[in-house]
């Protein structure tokens, strides 16, 4: 059965440094979503993804976040310069369109902790 | 917002035993999604059900939409070990999911 994959599971990193989390999609897919889930909190909306632009930010995604699709398969997520409450998990999704049913397909999540 | 708000936060059950848990949300939806997070782990789509549905059944997972009193329902039944989790509701427009805070299921063996 197909499924999103992200790299790497963990990532630690300092304050102030870039880091680059990765996501395969499933192969077919079109949408593509970046979450974040801070430890014992919800799960949160950060940027959507469609046609090579974003679709969708909220007010978490800020000038610090850009998303990517450098090739036909990779989607990133890249902070700028991290802050230590940019640790959380966060979690990439995708979607498949000409379906009428909007389900979301997760990936198993990269763990960012920033010290 | 149109997040879904879950009860209870947390319920703790023998297994064998029925779990059911609600969510409530705000405003109009598409379709009305559940997940399932084991500890740690990265979400596991359950069912998702239209707003134009009542009712979904899936294996052991029965799901009930009521959009006059914006609110949903996750009945699992004969509950495992396995099932231990925290299950959250989504609410959904189609380029982005609104989490609640989910309900923590305990099953004791």
């Known amino acids: 059965e197909p499924e999103v994959t992200q790299t790497p599971s963990h990532q630690v990193t300092q304050m102030g440094q870039e880091v680059i989390l990765r996501c395969v999609p499933i192969?077919?897919?079109?949408?593509f979503y970046w979450y974040r889930q801070i430890l014992g909190q919800k799960v949160e909306f950060l940027v959507s993804?469609?046609?090579?632009?974003?679709?969708?930010k909220s007010e978490i995604f800020d000038d610090q976040f850009s998303v990517e699709r450098p090739d036909g398969s990779n989607f990133t997520l890249k902070i700028r310069s991290t802050k230590l409450e940019d640790s959380a998990m966060y979690f990439c999704?995708?979607?498949?369109?000409?379906?009428?049913?909007?389900?979301?397909?997760f990936g198993p999540g990269t763990r960012l902790t920033v010290t | 917002s149109q997040q879904g708000e879950e009860d209870p936060q947390a319920l703790s059950i023998q297994e064998g035993e029925n779990a059911t848990m609600n969510c409530s949300y705000k405003?109009?939806?598409?379709?009305l999604q559940w997940y399932r997070q084991n500890s740690g782990r990265g979400l596991v789509h359950l069912i998702l059900?239209?707003?134009?549905?009542r009712e979904k059944h899936s294996g052991r997972l029965r799901v009930t939409l009521d959009t006059s009193k914006k609110s949903s329902s996750l009945l699992i039944t004969a509950s495992r070990a396995a099932d231990t989790a925290s299950y959250f509701c989504?609410?959904?427009?189609?380029?982005?999911?609104?989490f609640g805070a989910g309900t923590t299921v305990t099953v004791r063996a």
């Open positions: 999704a995708s979607r498949a369109t000409g379906t009428k049913d909007y389900e979301q397909y």
């Open positions: 192969s077919n897919h079109l949408y």
């Open positions: 993804f469609y046609n090579n632009e974003i679709s969708e």
């Open positions: 405003t109009s939806i598409n379709n």
């Open positions: 059900i239209r707003s134009n549905e």
């Open positions: 989504a609410t959904d427009r189609p380029y982005k999911l609104s």
